[in-house]
């Protein structure tokens, strides 16, 4: 090798290694065509070792070229030598992004990188502006016009030091690059797109840039990294350390084997050590795992054959309106490990650990890491963070501790599998992403980090986990207790997370690295789960989520928060502790108002949902309604259903979907508003009405954005619901639109039931089986008012489903209100449960005269007493039925006798009789 002409190729280490008792630098060599001269005997001397010892006992090690070590500031133009950040050697480049020119560049570099797949750098961020940069590689086409080059940008949302591994495959291009055999130069630009502001304050320190050559397959991380990555200073990976520096890295990954196979803390929440006696392998122990072991994978009650060579990136699901990536996801999510580590357990067969092996490493193998995308836009198959996230929470751990004692765990296939969970947390580091996926990212890296504490990394991995989770509960859960996607579902699984950080700390002991407020950080979602719960225990389950049952929840906050009567009393289903002292709860957050009797399952129910869309999950559903009284639900919403483009997806994300009201049979779109998705932090309550008391519940919320996939018709839709304790809830819509044309309004009720009749006074009740409640709804009639009931329509506009569960789909009948007009519109209804052997307690709900702008009415009820309302929309006294106030919302009950009874004021103070 010439060392006159030459950027020398050598052999990749990782930080620093020990070998034979001599610290190796990380570099052993540098220089190129282009590049400044290097000592010969020092170059000498560093391949010799490299010849002698890595390239002849790491095999596996990749050749590197080295582009520039930004040792010579003469090489670059635009940014200056620096000694105050170094990655390493002596100096780096020094580059203020706002100087003139906007741009860092170097010429000086090999221009031939066909020998290679990844360009890597170290950079260093001074401070966290969020600018944008963009790494530009010219490769001139001379037959095409214009220039031509490869692109990459990043983002300086990071402080101090980050290393970055771009892929060639990962990297753009523009218009036609003759080619990575002819890259011209390096250039890093801070305004490449037209109109970008360029932070003053964004300065860079940039070192260390090289080719590197990875393999195809996984795991990427050679031998020698993966021993470099140990913490070998820990005593009980003395025969690791001593096999290191013997010169022997065999022996040293067959005593990592050993340790992982011998040591019995940290532990998983099952471990092979206590797996209980074999049973026989009946159908309902080994039925899946038997399908499992025929690569046959269940999905959403369908079987999927994935072929004797299993391909993790297939999707069977792509064609017609039900494609979905979501069947891609599931499989690699590894639930198939499951399923055979489950088998193994339960039986002790080693058919099923073999099989889960064989999978592994073929899993493994066609996946190598991303070196620098995140796997999520673009999807990718395998590093999606979420699929990443799941894996290391849940499916690998749990099937790798369940089997660890088996042979089929062979030495070289258990460091495999451990180089790999490395490499996933390493992957979800670099890639935090927000919401249920954040919770989700963060506690596999913890997990990680407990169940590998061997690695030098692993206090890192924990440390960063739980912070990215305690910032999490302050900045993305609202303080109501709701996480703000806003979908309970979504909501619990952070929850359950945040709970099983703390129990799997408690369970290694490592409670004090936690911060001690972790659980007064999470009562209020507990709380959230018991206040919105029904009367039979479930939780509304809003946007993309079914209804929960909270008892697992209540058993867990019950365990973490002794002192709660409350929690003890929902956890033993009421043999201790005492029911809540609230029956009514306002959600002041998230716009839940949760309206209630009490908490026995007879016991009558309402939440309205006025809140913010959510910030992702979203269904467009704001005024939404969920009824349960006398025990059942009467109220629902079309639910939710697979990710996925059909016609029933699109229904359920729908205004149509859902309890509220529709214009011009155009939904509600707040998906294209992401101001409305969630509350500006530091959160500030909603400012929609509320009040509560022994016998009145009151909720008003609005919705004013628009209508139509460009918000183009826009109408004010204001809801109040009135709650009249315990016989029925009071609905006023008042429909306000900013222009002068007629629109029609359709308002929407799904109700739980086989079918539903519409009576002459366009009342509609719902039929449900024998010794089942049912629902009625009394409209207070107007000239132009119509009812129809729609069940089980399939042809767009869907309508008339609800799902109760992904997936599967039931037909219900689904009651609408419409009239039409020009200017403001209204309707008023009134939603009575009615007892199974019982009958409505109302005769009517008639208008009376008012005021403009004064909704007014009175229901007649069968005992002879009267309830009297009026709601205005403005500032003054209102009169209705011989009553004047000053309230914006003022009910009135006159009893059979004349006699005035119980009254609510909102808005106001002042009740009287008129004159």
């Not at 990976?237 to 010169?247: K, P, S, Y």
């Not at 499951?338 to 073929?362: C, F, H, P």
């Not at 490499?423 to 979800?428: K, P, Q």
Request: with cysteine.
């Amino acid at each position: 090798m010439s060392f006159i002409n030459s950027c020398m190729v050598y052999v990749q280490g990782f930080s620093r290694m020990r070998w034979r008792g001599v610290i190796l630098p990380r570099r052993t060599s540098t220089g190129s065509d282009n590049c400044q001269e290097v000592n010969p005997m020092r170059s000498i001397l560093m391949i010799l070792i490299a010849a002698t010892t890595s390239a002849a006992l790491y095999a596996q090690d990749r050749p590197v070229l080295m582009v520039n070590d930004a040792e010579d500031a003469s090489l670059w133009r635009g940014g200056e030598a620096s000694t105050a950040h170094v990655s390493e050697g002596q100096r780096s480049i020094r580059w203020q992004l706002a100087d003139q020119g906007n741009e860092l560049r170097l010429e000086a570099i090999p221009h031939d990188w066909s020998g290679y797949n990844a360009l890597s750098f170290d950079l260093y961020s001074e401070k966290a502006t969020d600018s944008r940069l963009w790494l530009l590689l010219p490769s001139e086409n001379p037959d095409t016009e214009g220039p031509d080059y490869f692109s990459v940008s990043l983002r300086l949302d990071f402080e101090g030091w980050r290393h970055f591994i771009f892929s060639f495959d990962e990297i753009g291009m523009a218009r036609t690059p003759l080619g990575w055999q002819a890259i011209e130069s390096l250039r890093l630009h801070s305004a490449w797109a037209p109109d970008t502001v360029v932070d003053p304050e964004a300065v860079v320190f940039v070192d260390n840039i090289k080719l590197e050559q990875y393999d195809s397959t996984g795991p990427r991380m050679t031998d020698r990294e993966f021993l470099d990555a140990l913490d070998l200073e820990r005593s009980e990976l003395a025969a690791i350390r001593e096999a290191v520096e013997a010169g022997d890295p065999e022996a040293a990954k067959l005593a990592w084997a050993a340790h992982l196979r011998a040591r019995h803390e940290p532990r998983w929440k099952e471990m092979w050590f206590e797996r209980p006696e074999p049973v026989p392998a009946t159908p309902a122990v080994i039925g899946q795992a038997d399908l499992a072991m025929q690569h046959i994978f269940r999905w959403q009650s369908d079987e999927f054959f994935l072929g004797e060579d299993i391909d993790w990136s297939q999707n069977q699901m792509t064609e017609g309106e039900s494609a979905t990536i979501e069947w891609n996801a599931n499989l690699n999510r590894h639930g198939l490990f499951n399923i055979l580590s489950q088998a193994y357990w339960r039986t002790g067969d080693e058919k099923y650990a073999q099989k889960l092996v064989e999978m592994w490493l073929a899993w493994i193998e066609d996946a190598p890491v991303l070196l620098n995308a995140s796997g999520n836009s673009p999807y990718h198959w395998a590093w999606e963070t979420l699929n990443t996230a799941v894996r290391t929470s849940g499916s690998w751990p749990r099937s790798l501790f369940r089997t660890i004692d088996s042979p089929a765990w062979t030495d070289e296939a258990l460091v495999t599998v451990t180089k790999s969970f490395a490499e996933h947390a390493r992957h979800l580091m670099k890639h935090p992403s927000h919401g249920n996926w954040l919770t989700a990212e963060s506690t596999g890296l913890y997990y990680t980090g407990v169940l590998f504490p061997e690695f030098a990394e692993a206090s890192t991995w924990r440390e960063t986990a739980l912070s990215r989770l305690y910032e999490q509960m302050e900045r993305e859960v609202y303080p109501d207790g709701l996480e703000y996607e806003l979908a309970l579902g979504y909501g619990l699984w952070v929850l359950r997370n945040y709970a099983d950080v703390m129990d799997f700390a408690l369970l290694n002991d490592q409670r004090d690295e936690l911060p001690a407020d972790w659980l007064d950080r999470i009562e209020s979602m507990y709380d959230y789960v018991l206040y919105a719960s029904m009367p039979n225990g479930l939780v509304p389950g809003l946007n993309d989520s079914g209804n929960a049952d909270r008892q697992a929840y209540m058993e867990a906050a019950a365990r973490f928060f002794s002192d709660r009567a409350d929690f003890a009393w929902a956890a033993s289903g009421g043999a201790q502790g005492e029911p809540p002292d609230d029956a009514s709860r306002a959600f002041d957050y998230s716009g839940h108002y949760v309206m209630r009797t009490g908490w026995e399952p007879d016991d009558l129910y309402l939440l309205m949902d006025a809140g913010p869309f959510g910030s992702g999950h979203q269904h467009e559903d704001k005024l939404t309604l969920v009824l349960y009284a006398l025990g059942r639900m009467h109220l629902v919403d079309a639910g939710n259903y697979m990710y996925d483009k059909s016609r029933w997806r699109r229904y359920v994300l729908s205004t149509r979907g859902h309890n509220t009201v529709r214009v011009d049979d155009l939904d509600q779109h707040r998906r294209g508003l992401r101001e409305t998705y969630i509350l500006d932090f530091p959160f500030q309550p909603l400012n929609n009405a509320w009040a509560s008391g022994e016998d009145f519940d009151f909720a008003r919320g609005v919705y004013d954005l628009g209508y139509g996939d460009e918000n183009q018709v826009r109408v004010r839709h204001e809801r109040s619901v009135l709650f009249v304790k315990p016989q029925y809830w009071l609905v006023v819509d008042r429909m306000t639109p900013e222009d002068a044309a007629e629109h029609s309004y359709e308002s929407l009720f799904h109700l739980d039931a086989d079918d539903a009749t519409v009576a002459n006074d366009l009342s509609v009740t719902s039929v449900t089986g024998e010794g089942q409640s049912r629902l009625r709804i009394l409209p207070m009639l107007s000239t132009d008012l119509r009812a129809e009931v729609v069940k089980g329509r399939e042809e767009e506009p869907v309508q008339g489903w609800s799902y109760a569960m992904i997936g599967r789909r039931g037909a219900i009948p689904v009651a609408g209100y419409s009239v039409s007009g020009t200017g403001e519109q209204t309707m008023v209804y009134v939603l009575e449960p009615i007892a199974a052997d019982g009958e409505s307690a109302l005769l009517s709900v008639e208008p009376l005269d008012s005021a403009e702008g004064v909704i007014a009415g009175q229901i007649t009820l069968r005992d002879g007493s009267r309830h009297l309302f009026g709601l205005q929309s403005g500032q003054g006294e209102v009169a209705f039925g011989g009553f004047a106030s000053d309230a914006e919302v003022a009910f009135v009950e006159v009893l059979a006798d004349g006699r005035t009874g119980r009254s609510f004021l909102f808005g106001g103070e002042e009740l009287r009789q008129a004159p």
